[in-house]
């Protein structure tokens, strides 16, 4: 793992974030932690006046440390707050909390709400020196495991229903909309097009990382990763059709574990034709978004897709969405008829909408960043995966209702 300060080439997967940030409620515990810090000598540590509700509130907004102390005095309920600040920190920070109760149940529960340990007060200044030494040395593989980001794979049952732009825009809407630090990852590596999508500048590391598995660390993902945003990072490449490409597909699954410790949510987009390298990614992905139109194809592709994936993943939640309805309106099987045949309900439909796709996407911008009823439908499917914000459910509502139950 890098320790460093991160260098140009890092382009930011670690600038501007703080090894070590504490929120401490009291003065004398904030004494004893930047005691700790000096005699330490820790670089890149910040230490905050506040609580536990500051932390979820600062960090909802700014990079996750790597180590985070916060402080439980004032909340009444802590397993709560612990929870929602899991929500906000980045995937693979360790945290500790400090707090007046000296309670065994309040200690065990912290642990399996996932801290790494409960110091209470009053803290010495060589109880936490050996709490921070005793965390650093347990991070890495197996804290790692404990929490990873979540892995939302898409995949088009035929080619052009929109599966590329789907996933541009729900990673899009993640990062610029939710404030998460999303990986957008494109397999397609000769004919992808997620990064012409966001007006990038594809490059060589995802073909280096899936023929060479042992460089997939920490510091080559930095340098691989190409920054839309400060919290969407693309990974694509563009690969000459005549030219054979030597997979290691088992680089595949190391590749996705990497950037979903470092990312709360890795959108992969599958190309038309599964191979290996596909089976990997629905192996280990919390959902499939299936991508079709309202075509006898569509639903017969549909189905064998949905028929396949239980066998190498029976926990991952399938999502169907019909894209660009309208389009051919007199040979469009009737919903009904498409959804009898898929043996399941449609969860979202988004209309045919031309001239506000092309737009986005000749100038490459997400379509979900335009105004319409097909970004309306994307923000409803971003709900889907990561919850709907506070105070839009009354506001979607008729949105919602709109583009489900009327074709």
Partial sequence: MATAIATTEQIGLDRHREHFLAFCSDTATQAVVDQVVSELMMSHAAIRKGGIKDAIKHLSEHRSPRLLIVDLDGSDLPLSDIDRLADVCEPGVTVVAIGERNDCGLFRDLLNHGVADYLVKPISPGLLQKTIGNVSDQAGPSKSANKLGRLVVTAGTRGGVGATTLATSIAWLAAEERRRRVALVDLDLQYGTVALSLDLEPSHGLREALENPNRIDSLFMERV??????????????ESPDETLLLDFSAVELLLTELRTKFHYVFVDLPRTFNPCTQQALQNASEL????????AGMRDTMRLMSFLPNINASCNIMVVVNRCGEHRQGEMPRAEFEKGIGRKIDLVLPFDAKTVAAATNFGQPVASTKGPVADGLRDLTDRLCGRQAGAAMSAKGVWKRLINKI
């Fill in 289 to 296: 978004i299936l991508v079709s139109d309202l075509s006898l």
């Fill in 225 to 238: 990763l190409v920054q839309h945003s400060d919290r969407l990072f693309v990974l694509s490449a563009e």
